[in-house]
């Protein structure tokens, strides 16, 4: 077949399960250390349909079967470039981790010509957070569930966090449930905007603490910082049914919004707050700050009471299920909001960048260069050549 990855006409009825040879463990073959790709067609190993699951960040994600055990997974086709790689590469080391959609193999093929990375995911089929809470009608859904639900995706965020890695792009349609059973998982998905937040020592940027702002002092802060943001967010809806920042315009994210969201301007509306714990209130005003700088980190989310004692946070029936339900036609604009707003935040963060004192034309600096000038003690730049 020439490692040609084009799906085959229909949906396949799954092949019987057979006694061994079922996907792979989560862990491809490794070179010196490293995972690399199976280089033959995905298609010996799996019958692909045509049903579309879902669409990520940099490609779609289709159904497909294991031809010797039927086993129903997702499969994400990438075309092949440094960004997919990056992709494959940071989800493939966060997976396995816990709460997080685990990789069960990951092919190198051509595709209408061209070569692309097929990642073969375990299938979600309980579908989104939110759907699910919204499908529960008259059901109540508790502050206490709403705790939980915020410790699972913690407990994600904590190992990417710890393994380095920050996701940046934390939003509903990313986390989903293994099943529809009630004991389902919740997990996070798509690995398209995650960033390795190690800085390797040479590329430590140059400063001298008299000139740049310490809170500058590295971008990684602030792209963990993406993650607890969202967080914030993501808590807020789950306790009331709305978010906390909108758009008063239609547009996805309006010059208002992206005020608000800058200036931390949100509120806890009655009738939907009143009975919402301090505890949980507070946390949010913690995670929703508009520093970056000031918001808390996972380790300090995750010993917030709210979220390590959150067997005992209160059975508070919540609004959340009535208002996503009366909501929902505007449900597609509330994560169309999130994801531009969490866009713009890349934006911004990608750009903190230190300013080197050779190149920067600060009129201050400046002065002080012209001062020194034919002074044998120049001001030190990088000490770490």
């Known amino acids: 077949m020439d490692g040609e990855a084009e799906p085959e006409q229909g949906t396949p009825a799954p092949p019987p399960p057979a006694a061994h040879g079922g996907p792979a463990s989560g862990h491809a073959p490794t070179l010196g250390g490293r995972r690399e790709p199976k280089k033959y067609a995905v298609t010996d190993d799996y019958q692909l349909s045509k049903q579309v699951l879902g669409l990520g960040v940099n490609g779609k994600v289709l159904e497909c079967f294991h031809r010797l055990t039927g086993q129903k997974c997702a499969l994400k086709l990438l075309y092949d470039s440094p960004k997919a790689r990056q992709e494959v590469e940071h989800h493939w080391q966060a997976s396995g981790g816990p709460h997080v959609v685990r990789i069960l193999d990951v092919y190198e093929n051509m595709h209408r010509g061209r070569r692309c990375l097929l990642i073969v995911m375990e299938c979600m089929e309980g579908g989104e957070l939110f759907s699910r809470i919204q499908e529960r009608g008259d059901q109540a859904f508790t502050e206490r569930e709403a705790a939980e639900i915020m410790r699972d995706i913690g407990t994600a965020i904590q190992f990417l966090h710890s ?3 920050a996701h940046r792009d934390v939003k509903p349609e990313n986390l989903l449930y293994t099943s529809k059973e009630k004991n389902a998982v919740l997990k996070l998905t798509d690995f398209g905007f995650a960033k390795e937040t190690t800085q390797n020592a040479l590329q430590t940027p140059c400063y001298t603490p008299y000139y740049v702002a310490p809170e500058v002092l590295g971008p990684e802060k602030y792209d963990k910082s993406c993650d607890m943001w969202s967080l914030g967010v993501i808590m807020y809806i789950l306790l009331c049914g709305f978010p906390p920042f909108y758009s008063n315009t239609g547009q996805a994210i309006s010059p208002g919004m992206k005020r608000r969201i800058r200036l931390g301007q949100y509120g806890f509306p009655n009738p939907e707050w009143s009975d919402v714990s ?17 918001r808390l980190t996972i380790a300090q989310f995750m010993n917030h009471p709210w979220i390590n004692q959150s067997t005992v946070v209160p059975q508070t029936p919540l609004h959340t299920a009535r208002v996503l339900q009366e909501d929902k036609d505007h449900w597609d604009e509330v994560k169309e909001e999130m994801t531009s707003a969490l866009a713009t935040m890349r934006v911004d963060y990608d750009q903190v960048k230190i300013k080197d004192l050779k190149t920067s034309n600060n009129r201050l600096l400046n002065k002080r260069r012209k001062k020194q000038a034919g002074s044998s003690s120049a001001s030190q730049g990088c000490n770490n050549q």
């Open 278 to 294: 301090e505890d949980a209130k507070q946390l949010i005003r913690l995670l929703l700050k508009t520093d970056p700088t000031e």
């Open 163 to 165: 393994q380095n890695i």
